[in-house]
């Protein structure tokens, strides 16, 4: 039968991060530097929200947009922290996870041919969705441009195909978050193009340096904007499955109509621990945030005296340092390390930037240490 399934599906192949993560898997000494979650539990008060909802036998669907009392928390949460407001009857719809937000955006807004620009490096989780609707990718690299979007080299691939943007900062895999004068010209510009932006901001909450700005507060881009979030990195809740989406409403009742079709509802039991998350534990990522910025400047700082250059990030909890001069394919770098020195890390290859890897530092000190004795030992055996 493989023969009758689609060809895009096939075409598909298992992202690079999943790839070295189930191999270093196999090593019982191994260190797995490729996690994208946090390592850290799901605050307690949630865990017993979600338990609770559980015994109460609350485990049915809900609204098909989710429980109105989380997406007035959902609501309440980035008006009290970014002064913006979404109308929780009508602009907000609850996810599995951020995941399904993209999924039933892109697949909301794509028709065959139409055009998504990309800055790359981008995380992976964007081009099947868009490739399975018969989009095409117009990618925009941004590694010549400190990984910040340049507005005149977008300017350039704007064209009358072009159906939307996806930007996401702070960034997987970078680390980058955007300060208010790198926001405002990609605003002014954005403006002016009819086209539709989709801001994941899943880790706005991971932001070390200043404080986020999201592109959700810019009113002259409201009709255009779909912010897609979720509680997966700020609260610890990966397996929970619970993000949303923000966005004008006579767009979100479209959206709504692809996301009941695939989900009918989120986790009735992870809504209840959203609810509890967004209303009485939004300090929850301060103190995960201490613990990365401690982790971040450790492995900086091995990096650079290993000659591994990197931009120091100023969010999430990865680092992407440049292995060009190492002079192997991001696949070969990772494929040896992994072979020769037992540790996991993600090739830049993954996120469409060759002559990097992606460190994650959602990780304890011990292997965080670990994994950097044996990056340095791997480079100088190069010599
Ligand atoms: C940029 C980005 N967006 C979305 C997701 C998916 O998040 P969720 O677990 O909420 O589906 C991830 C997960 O790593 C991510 O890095």
């Known amino acids: 039968m493989l023969n009758k399934i689609n060809p895009i599906v096939k075409d598909i192949s298992v992202p690079g991060i999943r790839v070295f993560a189930n191999k270093v898997s196999e090593y019982s000494n191994g260190i797995n530097l490729t996690i994208g979650q946090p390592d850290f539990p799901t ?65 909301t807004i794509i028709t065959p041919g139409d055009e998504v620009i990309l800055p790359i490096p981008s995380y992976s989780g964007y081009e099947s969705i868009i490739q399975l609707s018969g989009g095409k990718i117009v990618t925009l690299d941004t590694t010549k441009t400190n990984f910040i979007p340049d507005p005149d080299d977008l300017e350039k691939i704007i064209s009358s195909k072009t ?30 193009h009819k086209i539709f ?4 901001e899943i880790y706005s909450e991971n932001v070390f340096d200043f404080d986020h700005i999201s592109f959700a ?50 986790s009735l039991p992870s809504q209840y621990a959203a609810i509890d998350a967004l209303n009485n534990c939004r300090n929850a990522p301060e103190n995960m945030n201490r613990a990365y910025i401690e982790r971040r400047d450790y492995v900086y700082n091995r990096l650079t ?35 020769e020195q037992y540790t996991a890390v993600v090739p830049g290859s993954a996120f469409r930037a060759e002559d990097y890897i992606r460190i994650s530092f959602a990780n304890s000190m011990e292997n965080i240490k670990e994994g950097l004795d044996r990056i340095e030992a791997f480079i100088y055996s190069l010599k």
């Open 43 to 107: 605050p307690t008060r949630v865990k017993d929200a979600g338990i609770k909802a559980i015994e109460n036998n609350l485990t049915g669907y809900s609204h098909n947009a989710g429980l109105l009392p989380l997406r007035e928390a959902v609501s309440n949460f980035f008006h009290e922290k970014y002064g913006f407001l979404y109308d929780p009857y009508e602009e907000i719809i609850i996810t599995n996870g951020a995941s399904e937000a993209i999924d039933s955006v892109l697949r």
């Open 163 to 192: 159906k939307a943007i996806i930007l996401n900062f702070p960034s997987n895999p970078v680390g980058v978050s955007l300060r208010k004068e790198q926001i405002e010209p990609l605003v002014r510009l954005l403006s002016k």
């Open 197 to 200: 932006i989709l801001s994941d």
């Open 217 to 266: 507060s810019y009113p002259e881009i409201r009709p255009q904007l779909l912010l897609l979030h979720g509680l997966s990195k700020s609260h610890a809740m990966t397996g929970w499955r619970l993000g949303y989406v923000l966005g004008d409403q006579k767009v979100i009742e479209q959206v709504l109509k692809v996301h009941l079709n695939n989900s009918i509802c989120a």
């Open 305 to 339: 005296e290993m000659g591994l250059h990197a931009l120091k990030p100023n969010g999430t909890f990865y680092i992407f340092p440049s292995i060009q001069h190492t002079k192997l394919s991001s696949l070969e770098f990772a494929t040896r390390l992994l072979e």
